[in-house]
């Protein structure tokens, strides 16, 4: 069990894995003995983050496996959240849904008071990966892996979602959009974990969109994001708007700019290129294997116009209904 | 499907049977190189390169080879030595360096362990001192009057005059025909143009693998998956300084071969580490090793002028072709110069082709090497043509196709070939006159692979039970099981369910080359017919023994022997009822067929795509597809329509956006199927599929290679499609999100226009 003098686990049903670290060409290279732990309780599974030096929690793994293969070093402990049940339900009460922070995806996907309330955001949710990573991927774990290009941050952040964290000293609400603070950089302090998300139910005439781009249909990763959400008046005009983007900057852009130029007006036309122009200005994106400056900067522009008007269209369609 | 000519009718041949080794694949049940373990094998690694030109200084195993686990650790040193002039010298020092590495990823040691961990952190552990080389990245880098030379006893063959300097150009091509300057000066319009593609691989599923064991005789067997196990027999006996016959090889199910496994990587450092530890050796590849060491298809650059008369007919051509083939001499400009011009009657011309070493990893085959390029440049050039000239491109192409008794580049003429009739297909199908939506295109292209025959061998064995097994050399890649059960049922009128199509291994077959242009179904199929038809001769024998009549007497009509003779009626005896009585006959029922195959008839395509551009992302998606080729005779039809299918498909993600990627350091960037980006399923629509029959006069069925033209037409045809949605012409590959959304940007082509 384990490599010298690290403890043993305190709890929760664990069993010996074997997965590296340090890696060439692809080669997983073992040098010390990983060890799995399954807590089941918020509880546990933050006494152990305390309790060993090296743990890191995760949801699917699918993020967490690749950088392992790809080189990062290993931690000493793999900590599996998905045994805590709060990590993994879906609740709504009153005006207030809830989802944990390592429910999979499909899950989300397949939930008939999420899909109507948060078009965008499950969209952006189904789009992760294959359907089997979709059985392990999760909010969660898509945000606290701060990539800049995660798909469901941006609409998370459109929608308002807050974050709910336990760590050593108890827990603590914070907005989706303060968490990443950089790439593979969170908020998180040392101990803590991402356990909920709460998004208010959205109010009349309000719906949200996501659009991403890649040069694939699917199994890619996105070279721009760009969420939506709009609140329309009786006569059609925006009332309230947010706009976020994805993969153009170290973490999730908002628009103001773009937003500002929606309220007051029709979602069409001028208000429409503003949001474009405005999308385009705010992006400072880098070149990579991926996608370069300019481009990341001109379809910026586009999936911002365009998820605007998916979201206006849909909260014209959504009328009085809240 | 389109049968053009009046061939026989068949019973077996053109039917569409479920392959026999299909349920064990769909059940994930057969056995891939890397399913196979010995029991007390060692896990071998390879340590490989990080610098992509580098002089090795030294190389220290001591610590490795105190690692726990250990058992062997081997470095060039373990091999003789070769000097260039030796004649696989490039294959030798490419599987493991010598003094120098020429790509990163380049293998220079392999160290064998009791589990791949163990082995893995030995491999890490051997020390190796590297003088960093600059790196030559491009072919304009590798071409520059001060570049550094890759290997200083290149002298460029086929230079004239003769090269005195070592170069990084290993080869000159030159075919000329005619007289150019006076066909230019007939031409009524003249267009020139230039052209860039980037490296790609295969893609093949499954990774390079293989299980070595040598004995205590020092006879040795590999378990390996392959395109060709007596190619990895000969090849790793060179690179050990073996006779052939101390190896046995023994082929696995193979999971994608595409060309790029006509080579050897792995087996003889597996062998080498066998006879070092005495041990079973077992390696895979990763993924990342598969990308950074193997395979790639060349990059090029592509200068071609044209000249064609108001009229349609084209009067002159004048190709400048510059391959690169990684890090070795490689083929690549050759196989451009062979099919450039190929498809079309072009009485003046001039081929230059250029081969250039640069510091990436050797080229391998790819599906009709060097082709799919040249087609990108030629049939996007003819759509221009046809445009300019208001001419429908398959008019235009059919005005100047070639046909039987045209002579080709190299001065051959064609025998019977099925160009015009593929044409023809794809211009009378529905898609080629569909109405388009808002942003779509349509671009049509044509494609020419000339396929090639070899050596083959088969043996067929009747059972007792009136069965029979047909033993070939030739692995299965694309469904030639199925091809040789169809064609032996045909022969010997057997069911072809009661026919067994056995992978023979190296000392269970007679000799078979490599399959590589398109050769099993034909080749190895002709081998197949010979064997079947020496075994008909040897049925009626014992037919006319049993009966007591005269052989002479006695016809092989659907699967029985039948009497002819005057001597009144005398009952039909089957296959089964010879084989139950073969002990008071002669003895058991056996024959071989071995040749080398000549005439493999030269493969055409046409393909018609549709697609729609996104013209503020730059984004392309495939809507409709339609592939006619010239098959000669369909053996099995679905497997000739998934070639078909599958060369398309290659071809997309080659137009699209696979290309290699590396820093300025010559690493690679794309590694993985994330960022190396191969079509997905949901990326193409259903492609269509027409099977046009033109018979190949020199195989007995009629068959032509159909496994690698139908990647030719591909990224002309997604060229001249982008084109018809967007106005651009796009030059350089890949045509990504990127590049299609700055060229509609500019309002141009990526090269002017």
């Known amino acids: ?322 | 499907m389109t049968v053009t000519e009046p061939k026989p009718s068949y019973k077996y041949v053109g039917t569409r049977p479920v392959r026999h080794d299909g349920l064990e694949k769909v059940t994930g049940r057969a056995r891939f190189a890397a399913d196979l373990n010995m029991s007390g094998q060692l896990h071998g690694i390879v340590v490989r390169s990080p610098h992509a030109h580098a002089r090795i200084v030294s190389i220290d195993t001591s610590e490795a080879e105190a690692m726990p686990g250990v058992k062997a650790v081997i470095t060039g040193d373990d091999f003789p030595a070769v000097e260039p002039g030796h004649r696989q010298y490039d294959m030798c020092i490419n599987v493991i360096a010598r003094d120098k590495v020429f790509y990163e990823g380049h293998a220079l040691a392999a160290v064998a362990a009791s589990t791949r961990d163990q082995a893995q952190a030995a491999a890490a552990a051997v020390k190796v001192e590297y003088e960093v080389l600059p790196a030559v990245l491009t072919i304009d880098q590798a071409l520059a009057a001060d570049a550094p030379v890759l290997h200083a006893h290149m002298m460029t063959a086929g230079a004239n005059p003769p090269a005195e300097e070592p170069s990084n150009i290993s080869n000159i091509t030159r075919f000329s025909g005619g007289e150019l300057d006076a066909g230019f000066a007939e031409a009524d319009l003249v267009i020139e143009r230039e052209f860039t593609t980037q490296p790609v691989h295969q893609g093949y599923i499954e990774p390079h693998a293989c299980v070595a064991d040598t004995g205590q005789d020092g006879h040795t067997t590999i378990w390996c998956s392959s395109q060709g196990h007596f190619n990895v027999r000969s090849s790793t006996a060179t690179l050990l300084g073996w006779e052939n016959t101390r190896i046995r090889v023994i082929p696995a199910e193979i999971g994608g071969g595409f060309g790029g496994k006509t080579t050897i990587y792995l087996e003889p450092l597996a062998v080498a580490l066998s006879a070092k530890a005495g041990r079973p050796v077992k390696m895979v590849m990763t993924r990342d090793e598969v990308f950074r060491a193997t395979g790639p298809a060349p990059g090029t650059k592509l200068r071609i002028k044209l000249g064609v008369k108001r009229d349609g007919t084209l009067v002159a051509g004048d190709a400048y072709l510059i391959y690169t083939n990684g890090a070795y001499a490689g083929p690549g400009g050759l196989l451009g110069a062979m099919t450039v011009f190929e498809s079309y009657k072009i009485p003046n011309f001039e081929i230059e082709a250029l081969d250039v070493v640069i510091n990436t990893a050797r080229s391998a085959a790819y599906r009709a090497p060097a082709a799919p390029l040249t087609a990108y440049a030629m049939e996007t050039m003819l759509d221009e043509i046809a445009e300019e000239l208001g001419i429908d491109p398959i008019d235009f192409r059919i005005q100047n196709a070639v046909t039987e008794g045209d002579p080709s580049t190299m001065g051959f003429p064609f025998a019977r070939i099925g160009f015009v009739e593929c044409l023809e297909a794809v211009r009378d199908h529905p898609n080629y006159k569909a109405p388009l939506g808002p942003n779509q295109g349509r671009g049509i292209a044509a494609g020419y692979w000339f396929n090639i025959g070899e050596s083959s061998s088969a043996t067929v064995n009747l059972n007792e039970d009136g069965t029979a097994t047909v033993v070939t050399g030739s692995p299965d890649i694309g469904g030639s099981r199925a091809s040789m059960a169809l064609m032996a049922a045909e022969e010997l009128g057997i069911d072809v369910y009661d026919i067994r199509p056995v992978v023979g291994d190296t000392e269970a077959v007679g000799f078979t080359d490599v399959t590589e242009g398109s050769r099993a179904t034909f080749a190895t199929g002709m081998a197949v017919v010979e064997a079947c038809r020496r075994m008909v001769v040897e049925l009626r024998g014992r037919a006319a023994k049993m009966m007591g009549v005269e052989v002479d007497d006695i016809d092989w009509v659907d699967g029985q022997a039948v009497y002819t003779g005057s001597d009144g009626d005398k009952a039909p005896l089957s296959v089964a009822e010879i084989t139950a009585k073969a002990k008071r006959t002669g003895g058991p029922l056996t024959a071989t067929g071995s040749l080398e195959a000549h005439g493999a008839g030269p493969g055409f395509a046409v393909h018609v795509c549709d697609l729609e551009v996104d013209p503020e992302t730059g984004v392309v998606r495939v809507v409709r597809y339609t592939a006619s080729q010239d098959a000669g005779t369909a053996i099995h039809p679905s497997y000739v329509e998934g070639q078909i299918q599958g060369g398309v498909a290659q071809g997309v993600g080659w137009a699209l956006n696979e290309e290699y990627i590396y820093d300025s350091d010559g690493v690679m960037e794309n590694p993985s199927f994330l960022d190396y980006r191969v079509p997905v399923a949901s990326d193409l629509p259903m492609i269509d599929a027409i099977i046009v029959e033109v018979p190949n006069p020199a195989h007995p069925y009629g068959v032509r290679g159909v496994g690698e033209t139908g990647i030719v037409p591909p990224i002309p045809a997604v060229a001249n499609a982008i084109y018809g949605a967007t106005g651009c012409r796009i030059r350089d590959l890949p045509m990504s999100p990127i590049r299609v959304l700055d060229a509609i940007t500019s309002n141009g082509g990526s090269n002017g226009a």
């Open chain 1, 1 to 322: 069990m384990g490599t010298s003098g690290s403890k043993p686990l305190a709890a929760g049903p664990g069993v010996e894995l074997t997965a590296g670290g340090v890696s060439a060409m692809g080669y997983d290279l073992m040098l010390s003995v990983m060890r799995y732990a399954s807590p089941t309780t918020v509880a546990e599974a933050v006494d152990l983050l305390g309790s060993e030096a090296d743990a890191r929690v995760y949801a699917g793994a699918t993020d967490l496996i690749p950088q392992i293969r790809a080189g990062r070093p290993e931690p000493t402990v793999m900590v599996d959240l998905k045994r805590i049940e709060r990590l993994c339900a879906i609740s709504a009460n009153g005006s207030t849904y809830t989802v944990g922070a390592a429910t999979p995806t499909a899950d989300i996907c397949a939930d008939p008071g999420l899909v109507a309330a948060f078009p965008g955001l499950v969209e952006a949710s189904g789009l992760i990966g294959s359907d089997q990573i979709q059985s392990r991927s999760s909010w969660g774990g898509n945000l606290a892996n701060a990539s800049p290009a995660a798909d469901t941050p941006p609409s998370l952040i459109v929608n308002e979602a807050r974050a709910v964290i336990a760590g050593p000293g108890g827990e603590r609400t914070v907005a989706a959009a303060e968490v990443a603070t950089g790439p593979g950089q969170t908020s998180l302090a040392p101990g803590e974990i991402l356990v909920e998300f709460e998004l208010d139910q959205p109010p009349a005439r309000t719906a949200d969109a996501y659009l991403r781009l890649i040069p694939r249909t699917e199994m890619d990763i996105a070279v721009v994001g760009a969420a939506a959400r709009v609140t329309l008046d009786a006569d059609g005009n925006v009332t309230a708007a947010a706009i976020a983007l994805g993969a153009v900057a170290p973490t999730v852009v908002r628009v103001p700019e773009a937003e500002a130029a929606l309220i007051g007006n029709q979602p069409s036309g001028d208000a429409l290129a503003a949001v474009e122009a405005a999308a385009a200005a705010a992006t400072t994106p880098i070149d990579d294997k991926r996608g370069t400056v300019a481009y990341r900067r001109q379809v910026a522009g586009v999936l911002a116009r365009r998820a605007v008007t998916i979201a206006a269209e849909r909260a014209r369609e959504r009328g009085g209904q809240s």
